[in-house]
């Protein structure tokens, strides 16, 4: 596993600390968003419901789309098949433009009416609006990440990334800014936040295609008759791909339909309990409830954000491994793989859990006790949508394309169905959103850890997930002890050092890692070779 679990090791750690910076810059951008100085809870219930619909096509960008094209691409490279590369590059961005024209005009036509016979929702219906270009965009980024990502490069997809998120937070918070001190209006300032987003997707976008210009050596005449038969292929192809790329947008998608319209159709009963529980509640129940759930769900979602980028870091080589049928490798990646994502995921989840209500009133000063207790179900739920969706990538690059789809498929009619049952009782309320999630998870890590046990054959448990799981609950205890000494912000963060020094000790101490994987490490093999 030399060579290969270098670059593996390599891909995933570039894709990890791009992923971690921008997360970073994402909460500057949207932590000091949602407080009262900016939008506030409702208002950022209006971006938020704009926000999830646009995150499908962003984690296309980021994952599903970029996927298949980085496993056409890497088998041709596999294949040393250079004519075949460029043709199927241009194959694949012929067809994602098409696809972003036709997506965002069918949002447009899909939302409109919905604004036309909305009764008093029509403020989040501004913010979706201007998200759309966005969408068209998305795709075209998508053509070209998944292209540098082929050839194991991950340095222009991290690089667009940061670019994106950096634009998002300058022009963001100066836009919203401006909005709502000319306009007195969350609803407006909320549409110029998500213009923000617009533009830095238009700037990531730039950058990509003059890097493409600029640093494709390929030259090639591109066959029309090679492009029909390739977008046949690709087509048939890139579904699963797609579909496995969706996964975690449909999931807090379905958060919109499933649960913030039924409860912006609530009846007087059922916000009169809501209340009771909860306190008396002000302004738009509906986006109140769901800013403060999105609130909880920003947190969340940075461990599988995480995760994911491990599985796309390694699936150009674990492909082509599959490919060329080099069973006992492909299982070691495998392995290392899961390794990765388990040291990533098990004290993330267990430190949201344990620290939910101190990391919530840390992050948003104006922190309900409704936002805390989300957070720490949201923690349970990181746990098995951490594994998860690396995972579901996973199983693409060793062909297993038909079992991830049907498991996906059951997972979203399982968040469905529990949502909208979930949702109908006035005590349950917003927690349908966190509760829904944590049982569709739980059953599609079950099942996608079957598929690949069944496939690779037997992991090795213990490296791969007892190590890091101890490791991780003495991290988790030891946080939760040291918190326990006062409330203040500076103990919380004394909590969370302390927990970070002794997981990595105890990571050395039960020897997860081999000295030779360690010693693969890109800054450790480098400084080894000076």
């Known amino acids: 596993m030399k060579k290969t679990s270098n670059t593996l090791v390599e891909s995933s750690l570039i894709l990890i600390l791009s992923t971690g910076l921008v997360k970073i810059i994402s909460a500057f951008f949207k932590i000091p968003l949602a407080s009262d100085n900016f939008l506030g809870e409702v208002g950022f219930g209006y971006f938020s419901v704009a926000h999830d619909l646009y995150m499908p096509f962003y984690l296309l960008a980021i994952t599903g789309l970029p996927t298949a094209v980085s496993h056409i691409v890497s088998k041709n490279v596999s294949k040393n098949a250079q004519n075949d590369i460029l043709n199927s590059f241009s194959s694949c961005r012929r067809l994602f433009t098409f696809l972003g024209i036709f997506i965002s005009l069918a949002l447009v036509l ?109 030259k090639s005449k591109i066959s029309k008759t090679y492009q029909k038969g390739e977008l046949k292929l690709y087509l048939r192809l890139s579904l699963p791909f797609v579909f496995a790329g969706l996964t975690a947008s449909i999931v807090a998608l379905l958060d919109v339909f499933c649960v913030k319209i039924p409860l912006s159709l609530a009846s007087d009963s059922y916000i009169n309990t809501v209340a009771l529980q909860n306190g008396e509640l002000s302004g738009d129940f509906s986006a109140l409830l769901y800013g403060i759930r999105s609130k909880a769900f920003t947190v969340y979602n940075l461990i599988p954000t995480f995760t994911a980028s491990l599985g796309v870091g390694a699936l150009p080589i674990i492909t082509s491994l599959a490919v ?75 062909d297993k394309k038909r079992s991830a789809i049907i498991n996906i498929t ?55 997930l007892l190590k890091p799981l101890f490791s991780a609950l003495v991290c988790g205890i030891s946080a939760l002890l040291v918190s326990q000494i006062s409330e203040s912000m500076l103990v919380t963060a004394l909590a969370i050092i302390t927990a970070v020094l002794i997981y990595a000790i105890f990571i050395l101490l039960t020897k997860t890692f081999s000295k030779s994987e360690i010693s693969e490490f890109p800054l450790i093999n480098r400084l080894f070779k000076r």
């Open 410 to 464: 059951i997972t979203i009619v399982i968040k469905i169905v529990s949502s909208l049952i979930l949702v109908s009782f006035a005590k349950v309320n917003i927690y349908a959103a966190a509760i829904s999630t944590l049982i569709c998870y739980l059953y599609l890590c079950t099942s996608v850890f079957v598929v690949l046990f069944k496939a690779i054959g037997k992991c090795d448990i213990k490296n791969t």
């Open 110 to 218: 899909i939302t409109l009416p919905l604004c036309i016979v909305s009764n008093g929702e029509n403020n989040s219906y501004y913010s979706i609006f201007a998200i759309i270009p966005s969408v068209f965009l998305c795709f075209i980024i998508s053509a070209y990440r998944g292209y540098f990502e082929g050839f194991s490069n991950m340095y222009p997809t991290a690089i667009s990334k940061v670019i994106e998120a950096v634009s998002k937070l300058v022009l963001g918070l100066l836009f919203s800014y401006i909005a709502l001190r000319l306009t007195k209006n969350v609803a407006f300032a909320s549409v110029f936040a998500i213009t923000a987003i617009t533009l830095g997707t238009a700037i990531s976008t730039l950058y990509l295609h003059i890097k493409f210009r600029k640093n494709n050596t390929l």
């Open 324 to 398: 060329d049928g080099n069973k006992a490798e492909l299982k070691q990646n495998v392995n290392y793989t899961l390794k990765l994502i388990s040291v990533v995921t098990f004290p993330a989840a267990i430190g949201l859990t344990v620290l939910s209500a101190r990391i919530m009133n840390i992050l948003y000063s104006n922190s309900s006790v409704l936002g805390e207790n989300l957070l720490k179900i949201y923690g349970i739920t990181a746990l098995f949508a951490g594994f998860s969706i690396p995972l579901i990538t996973v199983l693409q690059a060793i």
